[in-house]
């Protein structure tokens, strides 16, 4: 990012906002769910990859309201409690290389200025987002059909190594390596894991043929050509074994009111979606059916694509889709400022004057319950074939 020095300013957000380029039902009408056979469950635990099942899939689900959503909450996170949190975690290599924009910490990796911060308030929302996933996936950690015995796991991007930590502790006899560009992983981790400070846009050095699994989560905004990454995790994944990538769309839809063009959850999509387009690093990846597209081009089969709608909020008559909107809900509530700081001040040249306005706009609309919003979220899965498959 930080080699991007010709830009046009875009419109301030004190302006009139213009249209959006997708309505409320675009993304939701383009995609279907798909699911594999149920894999056999973990002796440890029900959140093993398998099939989704009950409203939680699909972009044709109909999510139902709660009653008296006129009366909107504007403190949702205080009904989660305080037991939301990471534990352990360890490392075997320290980079400390951050720089500071605006009061928040940002790292510099050698392949780009990555666009969220990672300082405390933003890894405690990267926690958040684990939990409200895991809800929103019916206490799943993946749906890929793996092996009951997996021996090298993956994690890539592992952030907080929250996920990375959960495996481990289901798979107790898999070696689990979580790589990031920051070392904000805790201090204390199950023996089967390890965190390592890695670039994943750099040459891999593991061996060719060595995962039996590869997770990727939430890297949207942040890869240059995903053609080339799920190519790497092809070369580096066992024959017979799986890749399974998660990504979000930026945007809140719904579908139990009309958001016009000018609302700001559309401008909020379009701010990020140009400023990914400038940085080369799109922030559309969950689109449509661009991932599920880009892995069978890389060479995997048995590729399934779910589609979810993850609610923002707690407005779902169910309790346990109550629940993860409540949790997304309080991780973009203390995670907006960090998702726009860096990316439209040095990007779209917003003032940071102009930054706070538009996110105060965004976070009003967002406390809103009854807008019955939702995030898009595409979870994409693949096998690599046995040597000799047809």
Request: one cysteine or more; aromatic letters at 10%; charged letters at 25%.
């Amino acid at each position: 990012m930080a080699q991007t020095t010709a830009k046009a300013k875009s419109p301030s957000p004190q302006a009139t906002t213009s249209a959006a380029a997708a309505g409320t039902s675009s993304s939701a009408a383009a995609a279907t769910a798909a699911t594999s056979p149920k894999s056999p469950a973990s002796p440890k635990s029900h959140s093993s990859g398998a099939e989704v099942t009950s409203e939680v899939v699909g972009t044709e689900q109909t999510i139902q309201a709660a009653d008296n959503l006129d009366e909107d909450d504007d403190d949702a996170g205080s009904a989660l409690g305080s037991d939301i949190q990471s534990s352990t975690g360890s490392l075997t290599e320290s980079i400390y290389n951050y720089r500071v924009l605006h009061g928040r910490t940002f790292n510099a990796p050698k392949t780009t200025e990555y666009w969220a911060p990672n300082d405390e308030q933003q890894n405690e929302g990267l926690d958040l987002l684990h939990n409200c996933l895991l809800m929103a996936l019916d206490d799943k950690l993946f749906l890929a059909p793996i092996s009951d015995n997996p021996q090298k796991v993956l994690d890539l991007g592992t952030g907080t190594g929250i996920w990375a930590i959960d495996f481990a502790d289901m798979y107790p006899g898999a070696e689990v390596i979580g790589t990031d560009i920051s070392p904000i992983q805790p201090v204390w981790t199950p023996p089967n894991v390890k965190f390592e400070i890695d670039d994943c846009l750099l040459e891999w050095t593991w061996p060719d043929n060595h995962f039996d699994f590869i997770h990727i989560r939430a890297l949207y905004g942040s890869i240059p050509d995903w053609s080339e990454l799920y190519r790497k995790a092809f070369k580096h994944i066992k024959p017979g074994g799986w890749l399974q990538d998660l990504e979000m769309d930026v945007r809140i839809q719904t579908d139990h009111v009309h958001i016009p063009d000018d609302h700001v959850f559309e401008e909020w999509g379009r701010a990020f979606f140009e400023s990914g387009e400038k940085n080369g690093r799109t922030f559309r990846i969950s689109h449509g059916h661009t991932m599920r597209d880009t892995m069978i081009a890389a060479g995997f089969v048995d590729v399934q694509e779910v589609k979810l709608k993850v609610p923002c909020h707690g407005w779902p008559r169910d309790p346990k889709l109550q629940q993860a909107g409540l949790l997304l809900y309080a991780m973009l509530d203390q995670s907006l400022e960090g998702f726009c700081i860096f990316l439209f001040t040095k990007l779209l040249d917003w003032s940071v004057e102009e930054v706070l306005v538009f996110v105060a706009r965004f976070r009003n609309e967002m406390k809103k319950k009854s807008n019955c919003g939702w995030i898009l979220t595409t979870v994409v899965y693949g096998r690599k074939p046995e040597i000799g498959e047809s």
